[in-house]
């Protein structure tokens, strides 16, 4: 599977957000979008998912352009986990992951057994069965975002968009939730988009890193070649050093520090 983005350009009516995009992303990448708050990550985000047409450029799925495809077809190809989510009412988590089988079930149809299975499935991939039975919103914060993200992959997509997936998360569920996405791509099963605040989170779990910047820069590589003091600088405008730290079987880990005025 292979997402690519061709020169996209995308925004309001006659305003223009986001320009001269241009990525590819196929089955096992993680791919970490930075950018500073207001470039218009969240914009282009939308036009990925079909709920903005582009102003220009493409957006191929495996060669086809999605701008012809129903929502329902984008919808069994991308799967969306938002940076929130509160629910209305006190639904049953497996309820709740049930929902991500939507694009594969017609409007006046129920869930079907294998629905339920597909559902149960998604659970068991994370690790989260024990969770099926409870309420979603009595949950912990780190607990729903793993809810999200089995609801995402119920939908069985071929590529995973995440807005901020770790965003309000302690310390412990960042590192819980990144190694949950490290082993969702393992052996080419999907590829990922997720869009990150912190830099060492893209150097802990991206194969792929693309940044955004307020004059509608765009630079995308490797994290060893993207995330550089110098470019961490030009982006958001304070003064980072990348070092190298120890890391498992000698090999050593990149991390960003701030350097903060003396």
């Known amino acids: 599977m292979e997402l690519e983005v061709k020169d996209v350009s995308c925004g309001y009516a006659r305003e223009t957000v986001v320009s001269g995009i241009s990525l590819a992303v196929t089955s096992g990448d993680v791919l970490c979008l930075l950018g500073p708050n207001g470039v218009g990550k969240t914009t282009f985000f939308k036009a990925l998912l079909g709920l903005l047409r582009v ?44 929902m991500g089988r939507a694009a594969h079930i017609g409007m006046f149809s129920a869930p079907s057994r294998r629905d339920r299975t597909i559902a149960e499935e998604a659970l068991a991939a994370l690790g989260i069965t024990q969770l099926g039975a409870r309420v979603y919103t009595e949950l912990s914060g780190g607990e729903r975002q793993l809810v999200m993200i089995a ?93 190298e730290a120890g890391g498992k079987n000698g090999k050593g880990a990149r991390v960003c520090v701030p350097v903060l005025p003396a």
């Open 151 to 243: 609801r995402a992959l119920a939908q069985q997509p071929e590529i995973l968009i995440m807005d901020e997936p770790t965003s309000n998360l302690d310390f412990g569920n960042q590192i819980k939730v990144l190694g949950q996405i490290k082993r969702l791509t393992e052996g080419g099963r999907m590829g990922v988009i997720m869009t990150t605040h912190l830099p060492n989170h893209a150097l802990l779990c991206a194969t792929k890193v693309a940044v955004m910047g307020h004059d509608r820069s765009f630079a995308i590589g490797t994290p060893e070649t993207v995330i550089t003091g110098t470019y961490l600088k030009q982006v958001y405008g304070v003064d980072v050093k990348v070092i």
């Open 55 to 98: 102003q220009s450029g493409k957006i191929l799925l495996n060669g086809e352009d999605i701008g012809t495809w129903p929502h329902r077809k984008i919808a069994t190809k991308l799967g969306y986990v938002p940076q929130t989510h509160s629910p209305p009412f006190p639904f049953k988590v497996l309820d709740v992951v049930m």
